[in-house]
């Protein structure tokens, strides 16, 4: 779950009981889960863009024991902001910007009063022309600078008040469609639900509209008009805050309020189900840049069996999930206010840890044999229907040579190609 959980501030007795307890379920460093007194140390992140200064974690364990923090590799960018303290208090690191031709490491070394110690390995990423975009996400693509291109990534707020990545895009102004929709899978995102939805669906908005549009329930006998637009593009009005920039103007999106046209499904990207927490985090997968023009059959045929096999291989660690288009042809479709290119293909990508529990970055995993990654790939055509998952499989490699993209961009370079070139369909047990 480190990928996408924010760093918790503090923590007091009362509550280190209960976080031991959740924190075992994710990590395999206890030896007694039970003891509410073993001692653990984390850090937000180990992967850091060349622009980043601090990093903080947290202590858990004993509050009557101290801890001291020590930085015994890359001393020339990175100290200890914060040396000492008691069991429950947070720790900081702080860096200088990585102006070098290369990736820089830095190790630092926590340890209790108890005997108890946590190294950890920090990676400072080589200064990039893409500040604003480049993440320590394990999900996040290359940027690939294009005229037509918009990089853009939608925030949500959780039902726990966590505000976190909802889903990013490359999106094709020209096509009027996103090359790609890169989204963390976890459950955190789908349940509890906490707003009100038509009778028909367990929690699907169908608030269609073009993205930054914020929307709300309203009472109406026809699922697909169960709401109402407050604001678009207006920041004052957005109570919710999900207004987002670059802006991407609504010229230059397909206008998905009724159809898409030409017969074609509203195909999600980023599915509907994995987004059932909250009405705007479900709402925001009903942008227009989250939607492809899809076949219906094909969209209610294997891949909506991708979709829900996919669902059920959701672990602790997240999941992480690429899905993109290629246009091999050149048909459009007629829209409401413009001409929307159709997918010649629809494609699917998955990384994960293979035991699904390690409580790691992606970016530190070391060995490629303890990751999972593998891609689908289908005509966006009615003879896909019945297409079975297996032979649809393909390895990440080689959707990448098929479309020029460069996926799951902080990988360990050291095992990137290795993991990408893998394609055991049985492994994923769907």
Not at 211 to 226: L, R
Request: glycine share 6%.
């Amino acid at each position: 779950m480190k990928e996408i959980f924010i760093a918790i501030k503090s923590i007091n007795r009362s509550v280190v009981a209960m976080l031991v307890l959740a924190l075992a379920f994710t990590a395999c460093e206890f030896e007694d889960p039970w003891s509410p007194y073993k001692s653990k140390a984390e850090i937000d992140g180990t992967l850091l863009t060349y622009h980043a200064t601090t990093l903080s974690g947290v202590t858990i364990g004993d509050p009557s024991l101290t801890w001291t923090l020590t930085v015994i590799e890359g001393n020339s960018f990175c100290t200890a902001a914060s040396r000492a303290g008691f069991v429950g208090q947070q720790f900081a690191l702080r860096f200088s910007a990585n102006n070098s031709d290369e990736d820089r490491y830095a190790r630092a070394v926590i340890t209790f009063s108890d005997g108890y110690s946590k190294a950890f390995t920090i990676r400072q990423l080589i200064k990039s022309a893409n500040p604003d975009y480049d993440r320590p996400w394990a999900e996040q693509p290359d940027y690939m600078p294009n005229a037509n291109y918009i990089h853009k990534t939608y925030y949500t707020t959780l039902s726990d008040k966590r505000r976190v990545r909802n889903y990013s895009v490359c999106y094709d102004t020209q096509k009027g469609c996103s090359r790609w929709v890169a989204y963390p899978a976890h459950s955190s995102y789908m349940a509890p639900r906490n707003y009100q939805v038509g009778s028909d669906t367990p929690g699907r908005t169908n608030a269609w509209a073009f993205d930054d549009a914020v929307t709300q329930y309203k009472e109406s006998s026809n699922w697909n008009t169960a709401f109402e637009i407050l604001s678009t593009y207006v920041k004052s009005l957005d109570t919710y805050n999900t207004y987002t920039y670059p802006i991407i103007p609504q010229s230059k999106q397909a206008n998905i309020s009724k159809n898409i046209g030409g017969g074609y499904a509203r195909g999600h990207m980023l599915p509907s189900a994995d987004r059932y927490n909250t009405w705007n985090t479900n709402a925001q997968t009903c942008y227009s840049t989250n939607i492809m023009a899809q076949d219906y059959d094909f969209n209610s045929g294997s891949w909506g069996t991708l979709e829900n096999k996919v669902r059920g291989k959701i672990p602790s660690d997240t999941l992480f999930v690429v899905v993109g288009t290629l246009f091999e042809s050149n048909k459009t479709v007629s829209n409401s206010n413009r001409q929307v290119a159709v997918p010649s293909h629809c494609y699917k990508l998955l990384l994960r840890t293979k035991t699904g529990y390690t409580g790691k970055h992606i970016a530190d995993i070391t060995s490629a044999d303890d990751l999972m990654c593998i891609g689908f790939i289908f005509e966006n055509d009615e003879s896909a229907t019945y297409q079975s998952l297996s032979s649809a499989a393909v390895s990440v490699a080689e959707i990448e040579r098929r479309s020029g993209f460069t996926f799951f961009r902080n990988l360990n370079p050291k095992i990137a190609d290795k993991v990408k070139a893998q394609c055991n369909y049985s492994e994923w047990k769907f």
